[in-house]
């Protein structure tokens, strides 16, 4: 699997999408520091939000094959400059956040990030799962076997029944 580095301001979701890509349950954590672990890169909110801490994330993209550039639907405006994705020699993709929140305007985000160069799109709301099997199956490699395709036929059955009704 692709590694991708997650970057985004504090409270975008990159820390809960972390957890939804690993499979874990959904807890709050406030990321302290740079979180580097097996294909995700976790990163605080404050460096992207700290014009001296910039610089480290874009050292840190050397570490990933995949930079996620992370903007929560229900934002007011965007911290990404017009196409900052040339900064790094990485593909870059949009992973717009909350799409399920009452306040939430996706496209908006999505615009945004299009303007800042991200050429792909997710959209994720990584509570209910909407978006988490899109963004793993861009990060795969061939011969990637996913969680999904372990499971027994009746299994997989339950399980998308499961994920339609949340």
């Not at 970057?7 to 990321?31: D, F, N, P, V, W």
């Not at 196409?83 to 993709?93: F, H, K, L, P």
């Amino acid at each position: 699997m692709k590694k991708i580095i997650l970057m985004g301001r504090s409270e975008c979701g990159k820390t809960t999408l972390t957890q939804a890509l690993k499979g874990r349950e959904i807890t709050y954590h406030k990321t302290q520091y740079i979180n580097n672990f097996d294909v995700i890169i976790d990163t605080p909110g404050e460096y992207l939000q700290t014009h001296t801490l910039g610089h480290a994330l874009a050292l840190y993209t050397y570490e990933a094959q995949v930079v996620g550039l992370l903007l929560s639907a229900t934002e007011p405006y965007s911290l990404y400059p017009p196409n900052i994705t040339c900064m790094c020699n990485r593909d870059v993709i949009g992973i717009v956040t909350k799409v399920n929140d009452p306040k939430a305007t996706p496209e908006r985000s999505a615009k945004w990030l299009r303007l800042a160069g991200c050429k792909q799109i997710f959209y994720v709301d990584s509570k209910t799962g909407q978006g988490i099997a899109e963004i793993l199956e861009y990060l795969r490699d061939p011969g990637d076997i996913m969680p999904w395709e372990l499971a027994p036929p009746a299994s997989q059955h339950k399980m998308l029944v499961h994920c339609t009704d949340a």
